[in-house]
């Protein structure tokens, strides 16, 4: 039910990035980069402030009904930017789709957890999150459709889709009691209650925002990456720079996931161990984004990256879960988002003014291979407890 939701958050968010070329034709300001770039920080600024308010309100309130208003007012904001005539309308209307988008991942992800206790955890929050980078993937097409038909009527169609599934998860989505099973029908016993473990959510906490400068440089710059270094049009280069990042990291959520449920069985390190394989993997991956000396190459560096990623984005919510008692989940990943939301949202209009400057983004992109390193150590700092259900040992 939360697959297709979670595919509409990030394809609303992230098509932008790929259809600059055809807005600014409309709406001048953004034939600056910098503008462009503070255009895109507006949403993380916003998205990141709220996301402990919107934990918050996910540990207290229905879940529910805080996924279908968040999916419901966001669609409702995309479908009126398609409509917008001025960077103004559009700056306000990425400020409001931060909030409302900010409510639905704590939520949904605490849901999840909810419903999985320790041997299936991190598989279903890995399926669950291989719609953020089906909805990346699909953002590429926005710029297709931007540049063949309208960019527009992207953001209309998109709207109005998110629009009609709300209405469907008012009939369908149910909550389930929290920390004991509820509604899923198994006779789970109750995961440990108990504390937060502050110094390893405080390590996970730089384990998160670390890594998010070279992903949010990803998501918002590369298609322009592509087109200032091989001379790439709009569609070609959003659908290559969207379809090689999210595509691998699509397979590296379910793969990592996956294993890091059976590795947990065995090591109750096992989903920090996975997640330090995954950050690893970034280095080499974004070092060869931006120093890569042909297209073929920079290509090879988005897949590797992408793949890492995943590997490292599943197992964020299931490691909170060995640190953190359930009631307050939710508002733990709602702080672990305002820290890694509040990086990307810092880096984004930085590269566009040091493009502006005449400092390339590849530059960038290969210096934010150090705060990938730093994270994938700290990693090995985390001492999860055997708090989940299912792992069978401490070692």
């Known amino acids: 039910m939360l697959w297709p939701v979670v595919v509409l958050n990030y394809l609303d968010r992230q098509m932008l990035s790929t259809m600059r070329l055809s807005i600014k034709v409309d709406i001048t300001e953004l034939q600056s980069a910098e503008y462009f770039g503070w255009l895109m920080a507006i949403f993380l600024w916003v998205y990141a402030f709220c996301s402990p308010v919107g934990g918050a309100i996910a540990d207290r309130l229905s879940r529910k009904w805080l996924i279908i208003a968040s999916l419901g007012v966001w669609s409702l904001v995309t479908l009126l930017m398609g409509q917008a005539g001025t960077f103004h309308q559009l700056f306000a209307l990425r400020a409001i789709m931060g909030v409302s988008e900010a409510m639905y991942m704590p939520a949904a992800l605490a849901l999840i957890a909810d419903y999985h206790r320790g041997p299936t955890r991190s598989l279903a929050v890995g399926a669950h999150l291989s719609g953020v980078y089906m909805g990346q993937a699909l953002g590429g097409i926005g710029g297709w459709v931007a540049q063949e038909i309208s960019w527009r009527a992207a953001f209309v169609g998109c709207g109005a889709i998110g629009v009609a599934y709300a209405l469907v998860l008012m009939i369908f989505l149910r909550d389930t009691d929290r920390g004991n099973g509820g509604e899923t029908g198994t006779a789970a016993a109750p995961d440990a209650s108990g504390g937060v473990d502050w110094r390893g959510f405080v390590i996970l906490i730089l384990c998160f925002s670390l890594p998010s400068l070279s992903g949010w440089a990803v998501k918002n710059w590369l298609p322009t990456l592509l087109q200032d270094r091989f001379g790439m049009a709009q569609a070609a280069s959003g659908l290559w720079a969207t379809i090689t990042h999210a595509g691998p990291a699509f397979c590296g959520v379910i793969v990592g996931g996956w294993l890091a449920d059976r590795w947990s069985r065995q090591n109750v390190r096992g989903r920090t161990y996975l997640s330090a394989m995954g950050l690893a993997l970034l280095v080499p991956g974004i070092l060869i984004i931006g120093l890569a000396p042909g297209f073929a190459f920079a290509i090879a560096g988005s897949l590797v990256y992408g793949f890492g990623f995943g590997m490292f ?54 210096y934010c291979a150090i705060p990938a390193l730093l994270a994938a150590v700290l990693m090995f700092f985390l001492r999860p407890t055997n708090r989940d259900r299912g792992v069978a040992s401490a070692n």
């Open 313 to 366: 984005d599943a197992n964020n919510m299931p490691i909170l879960c060995q640190l953190a008692p359930a009631r307050f989940r939710a508002t733990g990943y709602g702080l672990l988002n305002f820290f890694g939301i509040a990086s990307g949202a810092a880096l984004t209009p930085l590269l566009g003014k040091l493009k502006d400057s005449g400092v390339p983004l590849a530059i960038g992109f290969a």
